[in-house]
């Protein structure tokens, strides 16, 4: 199955548009019309339908694996290049929002770094692809244990963090004074959906069984302090790293008792490192 058809049915299938995809790749529109016939001519079977443009059963599962194949295709290309040229000036690092503990903000090179703040799930894709030198992905996990990532290509990955996580109140909250709080008393709380800024909801219904925790507003953003002003305004709670939490005005930030579970960060990157990279790797993972 030839790469470069099935990138062109990828890019028709996600924008449901022959003119757009061509526009998207810089081919003429009769060029990707050939290419999704090609392909249904290699497999036997119609991928599309053209007015209006909509996948196939057929395509649809197609799809299921073409994006993977396609990402692994561009992460060899990229550890290849890695591994084959000169190292870049400079270090691009990829992070998800919270992932800035302390121990990584000591390690940033004093100079040349290019911040690119993501997804969690983006972050491990960038490193593959090259889009990044080195990841910072963080996230819910029991004392020790490595985070679940995506497994989009070899990746190495080490711990370079882990610290108690802690429930963001208002200070006005029933639960403000407490000491200590176990999941279970949150499970009927309003919550902020802030899956780019804070731990998401769904690590929470994990850690708790599945169920529970339903949003009271959703924040598509990555900006923590944007949330820290939503959950001191009383918009719904969030849980945080504690670094995250440290003196935050008009709001208790109350330690997590029960589950025990701590924010862990990780660092995520290719088979070899080099330049920058590898300097800042090394910081990270001494005396660790």
Do not use: N
């Amino acid at each position: 199955m030839d790469p470069h058809l099935l990138r062109t049915y990828v890019a028709v299938a996600r924008l449901a548009s022959f003119s757009a995809a061509a526009r998207e790749l810089g081919y003429t529109q009769s060029a990707v019309s050939q290419h999704i016939a090609a392909l249904e001519q290699d497999l036997g079977a119609p991928l599309l339908t053209r007015r209006p443009v909509a996948v196939t059963a057929v395509g649809e599962r197609l799809l299921e694996h073409a994006e993977p194949l396609l990402l692994r295709l561009d992460a060899a290309r990229a550890d290849v290049v890695r591994m084959a040229g000169a190292p870049e000036p400079g270090l691009t690092l990829a992070v998800s929002s919270t992932a800035f503990v302390p121990r990584v903000l000591a390690a940033l090179p004093p100079a040349g770094v290019t911040l690119r703040v993501l997804s969690r799930d983006e972050v491990p894709t960038a490193v593959a692809t090259g889009g990044a030198d080195l990841g910072l992905v963080d996230g819910l996990a029991a004392p020790s244990d490595p985070l679940r990532l995506p497994d989009v290509a070899p990746l190495t990955t080490h711990g370079v963090a882990e610290e108690p996580v802690c429930v963001l109140l208002p200070r006005t909250h029933p639960l403000a004074a407490r000491d200590a709080l176990r999941l279970g008393d949150l499970v009927d709380s309003r919550w902020v959906d802030a899956p780019g800024a804070a731990l998401p909801l769904s690590q929470l219904r994990a850690a708790h069984g599945g169920e529970g925790f339903r949003p009271s507003l959703r924040y598509e953003g990555t900006d923590v302090r944007c949330l820290v002003a939503l959950a001191a305004a009383g918009h719904g709670l969030a849980l945080l790293p504690r670094t995250a939490t440290a003196g935050v005005p008009d709001a208790v930030a109350v330690p997590l008792l029960d589950p025990r579970v701590v924010h862990r960060t990780e660092l995520v990157h290719g088979a070899s490192l080099r330049g920058a990279a590898a300097a800042m790797a090394d910081k990270l993972l001494e005396r660790h």
